[in-house]
């Protein structure tokens, strides 16, 4: 197990799902950790059960000048930033004709917007402590789905910028991943849950055979984002149970 003592986390959207699932691998790691939504009572309720360890910051991480509010929070709080977790996202989904110009914004700022800025905010910290930034993408970002596109594509593009950030950033000592996940159980997939025909297909696809737990994604996170993965940078792991490999 990775130790992440004295060290500081941030983790966007850690209020629930897989945010909420790497945010209590940190904090059992031995991390302070802020998370941060939209959702005050969600993000209240998640640092109460994740205990005195976690602190949250209610904020719409699309909206300008936000990010640079949270990091500057964060390092008023903790004092440092070790870790960048850039998990808050969402998109349409949807085939193009039903996909209307504010749904390709709306799904751009969050999966491509938000996490540039956040990095860009981070890097002087990143650069002090030598810390590292991991990007919740998805296995759509490379592999293809009908009726995804405006998702797919913006979580390519967060991969891309995970791989061009990795050669930027690289001299400063910050390393750059993602963790690429498959259908994993969380709120977000209640639209595939709801449908028991999509559910079994899914299933059958996946030769690990069941969806993945947040828990699943979580271990990855600290995988990449601990010392053992030193020498990892620039990468995009599937975690997805070899769902669309
Ligand atoms: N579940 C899957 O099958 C799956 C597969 C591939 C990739 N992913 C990726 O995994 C990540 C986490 O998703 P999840 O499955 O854990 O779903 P989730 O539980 O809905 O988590 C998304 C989190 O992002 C936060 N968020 C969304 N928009 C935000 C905004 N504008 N400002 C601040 N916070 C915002 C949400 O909090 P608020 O609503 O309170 O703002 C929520 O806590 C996402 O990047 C998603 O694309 C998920």
């Known amino acids: 197990m990775e130790n992440f003592e004295n060290k500081v986390v941030l983790v966007t959207g850690g209020g629930s ?30 640092a109460q059960e994740l205990g005195s360890q976690v602190h949250f910051i209610a904020a719409d991480v699309c909206e300008t000048g936000e990010p640079a509010r949270i990091v500057e929070e964060t390092i008023g709080k903790f004092g440092r930033l070790d870790v960048l977790v850039n998990n808050a996202g969402t998109g349409t989904m949807g085939p193009l004709s039903a996909t209307s110009d504010t749904d390709i914004e709306s799904t751009y700022r969050i999966n491509v917007f938000a996490p540039l800025a956040f990095v860009r905010e981070a890097i002087p910290h990143l650069a002090t402590t030598k810390g590292a930034v991991v990007n919740i993408s ?34 400063m000592g910050i390393r750059v991943n993602a963790v690429a996940p498959g259908f994993t159980d969380t709120d977000a997939l209640a639209y595939v ?12 696809q996946t030769p690990m055979g069941r969806l993945g737990k947040p828990e699943d994604i ?20 599937q975690a997805g149970g070899g769902y669309m490999l």
């Open 17 to 46: 799902g897989i945010g909420k699932a790497t945010a209590a691998a940190f904090v059992a790691s031995g991390a302070k950790v802020v998370i941060t939504g939209r959702r005050k009572a969600v993000l209240e309720k998640t």
């Open 138 to 171: 998805s296995v759509t970002a490379r592999g293809t789905l009908p009726a995804v596109v405006a998702y797919a594509s913006s979580k390519a593009a967060g991969e891309h910028a995970v791989r061009l950030l990795a050669a930027e950033l690289g001299p």
């Open 193 to 204: 849950k709801s449908n028991e025909e999509m559910m079994g297909m899914i299933v059958a």
């Open 218 to 237: 979580a271990s990855a996170v600290l995988m990449l984002a601990g010392d053992r993965a030193a020498w990892v940078t620039g990468q995009s792991v």
